[in-house]
T-cell receptor, first 110, second 115 residues
């Protein structure tokens, strides 16, 4: 059983389209983090969401934490080829270790 | 900008051989981690290290694995007798604190290929 279920697993869209990817769980988290990983590189933190219902914006990326703190979404407006990558949600355990979802692999075609 | 560096970037080893993967965490960070990512699969936690000892480890981190901070700057992961299934990207990460909202910084990874 996956603690964090990410959907869709794969997403291929054209430049300029909008998209939303999801991170769901039956567990309640004090916070969730979103990372982006490019091929051959390590994950890079995009955002941490902490408060239920919280919305954070990072340029064209909008992150939302569910009211019950069990799920989160990432919405990208007007996607660009540079947005291509693996988007991972994760929570941190008591010792700071990260537990990742399987990720959504996004491909944005010019 | 400070970064986590890992060497080598790619290591090919024969099954049964010992390998040591090296990492230099960011200098003022106190918490260190190893993760692995088998090709096409998710990033999996291996071990966390704080105050010169292991603070947590996953089921993957069995007796074949060990970690060390030999000189106050390097953080190493040793696999004593490699198996084919150890082939993966191994990522080192460090963070200033171990709290839930602290950012973890990842290195670029070492691709380990066991043949």
């Amino acid at each position: 059983t996956q603690l964090l279920e990410q959907s869709p697993q794969f997403l291929s869209i054209q430049e300029g389209e909008n998209l939303t990817v999801y991170c769901n769980s039956s567990s309640v988290f004090s916070s969730l983090q979103w990372y982006r990983q490019e091929p051959g590189e390590g994950p890079v933190l995009l955002v941490t969401v902490v408060t239920g219902g919280e919305v954070k914006k990072l340029k064209r990326l909008t992150f939302q934490f569910g009211d019950a703190r069990k799920d989160s979404s990432l919405h990208i407006t007007a996607a660009q080829p540079g947005d291509t990558g693996l988007y991972l949600c994760a929570f941190r355990g008591s010792q700071g270790n990260l537990i990742f979802g399987k990720g959504t692999k996004l491909s944005v075609k010019p | 900008e400070p970064e986590v560096t890992q060497t080598p970037s790619h290591q090919v080893t024969q099954m049964g051989q010992e390998v040591i993967l090296r990492c230099v965490p960011i200098s003022n960070h106190l918490y260190f981690y190893w993760y692995r990512q088998i090709l096409g699969q998710k990033v999996e936690f291996l071990v966390s290290f704080y105050n010169n000892e292991i603070s947590e480890k996953s089921e993957i981190f069995d007796d074949q694995f060990s970690v060390e901070r030999p000189d106050g700057s390097n953080f190493t992961l040793k696999i004593r007798s490699t198996k084919l299934e150890d082939s993966a990207m191994y990522f080192c990460a460090s963070s200033e604190l171990g709290t839930r909202d602290t950012e973890a910084f990842f290195g670029q990874g070492t691709r380990l290929t066991v043949v």
